[in-house]
């Protein structure tokens, strides 16, 4: 089924509720770079929309670029060096760009949440942890509860990537709190909702000595790693409802 990259984006749009969930301004979630309309017949996915992501998603014939963080993180810049390199190669190949942030965290099928829990298989999920009016992570409470050891190696084993542990809560994992991304500064505020196990992918310095205080057990990630699921399940998605072709471009920061 062709479609063309307007009609796409709007139909991604409505899927992830583009329009009503809420985001920082950088985000500008949406379509963020045209193509005129050009016919879709092969998606890349990413994780960021950055110089060298954009030459793998040309040379891989890619006609849109699907990401998580976007064009305008940096705000107002001289489209000069690098990023005038980056919209050339966009412009000259006809590379539509669509990002999705926090809609594609929540997404209840397809976001980074709901996707790095299925894999976890921790059981059923609950939307919890409010911010700017709406549930921005999911809440686990394995039966039986689950040996800490056996979570962390889990995770290692989904995101593919070291994981990094704050042992400050109990062995036996029974409360899970799950936010990809970097949500690490959320360490007082996710414990005050009872957790003792909180995943996510980075936070900065003092979160750790803050959950050994807290009695939580923080559990990261990487940023990059557990932000991976999302575009590649909609990409997937897209794929299959369209009879589209798509690559996902792995490009890993280690952070």
């Known amino acids: 089924m062709s479609q063309d990259s307007t009609s796409l984006s709007r139909y991604i749009d409505e899927l992830l509720e583009i329009s009503t969930i809420p985001d920082y301004p950088g985000a500008l979630n949406g379509l963020q770079l045209a193509n005129g309309g050009r016919e879709v017949k092969k998606i890349v996915a990413a994780v960021d929309a950055c110089l060298p992501v954009v030459k793998e998603a040309v040379s ?34 006809g590379l539509a760009i669509y990002s999705a942030h926090i809609p594609l965290d929540v997404h209840g099928d397809l976001g980074n949440n709901a996707c790095l829990g299925a894999a976890l298989e921790l059981g059923e999920a609950e939307p919890f942890f409010p911010w700017k009016g709406l549930l921005l ?15 962390v ?11 990094h542990l704050c042992a400050g809560g109990p062995e036996t ?5 799950l936010i990809t991304g970097g949500a690490g ?22 979160s750790y000595t803050s959950a050994e205080e807290l ?14 699921f999302g575009v590649k399940a909609l990409a997937e998605h897209l794929a299959g409802r369209f009879g589209l072709e798509w690559e996902f471009v792995d490009h890993p920061t280690g952070l």
């Not at 190696?153 to 994981?163: C, L, R, S, T």
């Not at 009695?215 to 991976?228: D, P």
């Open 60 to 93: 891989r014939g890619g006609d849109l670029l699907l990401v998580h963080h976007g064009l305008f993180w940096q705000g107002a810049q001289r489209i000069e060096g690098s990023l005038y390199e980056k919209y050339r190669l966009a412009f000259e190949a």
């Open 137 to 151: 992570g999911l809440r686990y409470q394995p039966i039986g509860g689950l040996a800490r050891e056996t979570l």
């Open 153 to 163: 190696e889990k995770v290692a084993a989904e995101v593919g990537a070291p994981v």
């Open 173 to 177: 994992v029974k409360d899970i709190g």
């Open 185 to 206: 500064s959320e360490i007082h505020a996710m414990a005050e909702t009872g957790v003792d196990t909180f995943i996510t992918g980075e936070g900065p310095h003092w």
């Open 215 to 228: 009695g939580v057990n923080l559990i990261y990630g990487g940023h990059y790693a557990t932000e991976t």
